[in-house]
């Protein structure tokens, strides 16, 4: 069984890597310090199971995990925190297993059993799905982007997006500077984990940051579009339905 081990303390990194080392079947493929290492070692390295630290420095380790369960078979996780065990029953349901500070070998050994329990009852994907969908249930609002870039991961901030805007099959997020970046999202799934008060749904396929938003052009026939505040001045048009939702806004605004 591959481990990763996402912790930002050293000490409790090099702690739980070496308790999982002494137990078998259980290979420690690699460490990472915080969010972005976390998502480029899960993407090279493939683990089985993920030990995460819920607390991360830049975006949170339930954000972590709700951007690997994006990924083409993502690994288990394991929640790794200080917090209490009240708190810690918000979590039960999001993760195979939680573990709570400091480490202490037998806990550690007996997530272990329990990953060897679901294997051996065939329950493995229905399993790794429910928690997919619980982390993602828990997590409303991203506050930041994991997008693959070639053999990495960029975590992109909201404030940072220019639009996102479905091409066919794919969706691209464009940031202020003009980068594209395909993202593994849907449009909706972006539009629910993004604020609704900083992004628009302009039409069927494409998200906009209002606060990149430069003008509002009446084309007649009560319908709008956006030119943003990019060099290209790009425009995004608005759907009839989209333009009436619009002229509400404006209406309560001023």
Not at 3 to 22: C, F, K, M, T
Request: charged fraction near 30%.
């Amino acid at each position: 069984m591959r481990a990763l081990v996402v912790d930002d303390e050293p000490i409790a990194r090099q702690y739980l890597s070496a308790i999982l080392g002494r137990i078998p079947d259980v290979q420690v493929v690699g460490e990472a310090a915080d969010a972005e290492d976390a998502l480029s070692k899960v993407e090279q390295l493939r683990p089985d199971v993920l030990f995460l630290d819920i607390r991360l420095p830049g975006i949170s380790g339930l954000e972590v995990a709700e951007a690997v369960s994006q990924f083409g078979c993502p690994p288990w996780v394991v929640f790794c925190t200080g917090y209490d065990e009240y708190a810690l029953a918000a979590f039960d349901a999001a993760a195979v297993d939680y573990i709570l500070k400091p480490y202490d070998a037998e806990r550690v050994e007996r997530s272990i059993d329990r990953l060897r329990r679901l294997r051996r009852e065939g329950d493995e994907e229905s399993e790794r799905q429910r928690a997919s969908r619980a982390v993602s249930e828990m997590v409303p609002k991203l506050s930041k982007i994991p997008i693959r870039v070639e053999d990495s991961i960029k975590l992109v901030a909201p404030s940072d997006i220019l639009y996102v805007q479905a091409r066919g099959k794919k969706v691209f997020v464009v940031d202020a500077k003009g980068h594209e970046y395909s993202v593994s999202y849907t449009v909706t799934q972006l539009e629910s984990r993004l604020s609704s008060e900083q992004f628009f749904r302009a039409n069927e396929g494409c998200l906009v940051n209002m606060d990149r938003v430069k003008e509002i052009i009446y084309l007649g026939e009560r319908s709008y579009e956006l030119m943003l505040n990019d060099k290209q001045e790009t425009i995004i048009p608005l759907s009839r339905s989209r333009s009436r939702v619009l002229r509400e806004m404006i209406k309560q605004s001023v």
